[in-house]
């Protein structure tokens, strides 16, 4: 029976390391916070900002919510953000409305403050290996799932299953920086279950509710589930993972729900306590 990488110790070992920076920034005065901007009143993106401002009142970080009504009025909303002190991390409740130019909405936002990684220059920093911005939060937390269950990337075959900017290849950027070999599929592979089977790491972030079944997997693999679906038949959030399927097959796994979400959250929160680090230290230069 496979290992069972539940997110919630990992999101808790984070939330911790988050606390104590954040104790340490209070004691200089700097205030860490979170703007959340969101055009209209969608329940998925009233239900991750519940999420993210309970972990950010968990560890001292404050939080104000913006809503706006246009493209307009979000790009202002932007700019005045960006270049306010008192705010250091802004979060877009994305995708937005097909009326609205989201790349030039993410244009507007300050790279040092894009802590959920979606601005051109955090990207660059994440392709480049450089520390421009933040790496996006779900990128990130499936390489802290890794790392917290002692899983080494060093010199393993990693494959990727999903190719968007955000997940798949930030996420393919992040392993080779620890010294993996990644390798990325996406819908139009040519057997995928081979690719799937060579692999040392899947990391699958393909939308698509349990497609990867235990025919797919070899024993001794690490899943790392990223894909949060509904599935309609079953009536319940999914993973791209059979779960059930796989349990037996794989050495460890990643729940859906339970795994990697949590842990994405408590990225995003750490993400705003170093910006305001960065800006703290800036200040006293």
């Known amino acids: ?47 991750y900002e519940k999420g993210a401002v309970k972990r950010c009142n968990e560890v001292g970080i404050s939080t104000l919510t913006v809503c706006c009504s246009n493209e307009e009025d979000l790009i202002r909303t932007m700019d005045v953000l960006s270049t306010d002190d008192t705010v250091h991390g802004i979060l877009l409740m994305r995708p937005l409305p097909k009326e609205m130019n989201e790349e030039e909405v993410l244009r507007h936002i300050a790279p040092q403050k894009d802590v959920d990684g979606c601005t051109e220059g955090s990207l660059a920093g994440v392709y480049a290996g450089r520390s421009l911005g933040f790496p996006p939060c779900t990128a990130e937390a499936a390489v802290e799932m890794l790392r917290f269950y002692g899983i ?47 692999a040392d790491i899947v990391i699958s972030a393909m939308g698509r509710p349990e497609m990867i079944t235990a025919d797919y997997l070899g024993e001794g693999q690490t899943v790392i589930d990223v894909g949060v679906n509904w599935n309609e038949k079953k009536r319940k959030l999914t993973g791209d993972v059979d779960f059930d399927g796989c349990v037996g097959k794989v050495s460890g796994i990643s729940p859906v729900p339970g795994g990697v979400g949590a842990v994405t959250t408590a990225v995003l929160v750490s993400h705003v306590a170093k910006a305001a680090e960065a800006f703290g230290k800036k200040e006293e230069e």
């Open 1 to 47: 029976m496979a290992e069972i990488l539940k997110g919630a110790p990992v999101a808790g070992k984070l939330n911790e390391e988050t606390e104590r920076l954040v104790e340490g920034l209070l004691e200089r005065g700097i205030v860490p916070c979170l703007a959340i901007v969101k055009v209209g009143d969608r329940a998925e993106d009233s239900s």
């Open 152 to 198: 080494p990337l060093e010199g393993k075959k990693v494959t990727i299953l999903g190719r968007s900017l955000v997940v798949g290849r930030a996420a393919a950027m992040m392993v080779l920086g620890e010294s993996a070999t990644p390798t990325i599929c996406h819908s139009k592979t040519k057997d995928l279950p081979s690719e799937c089977r060579r």
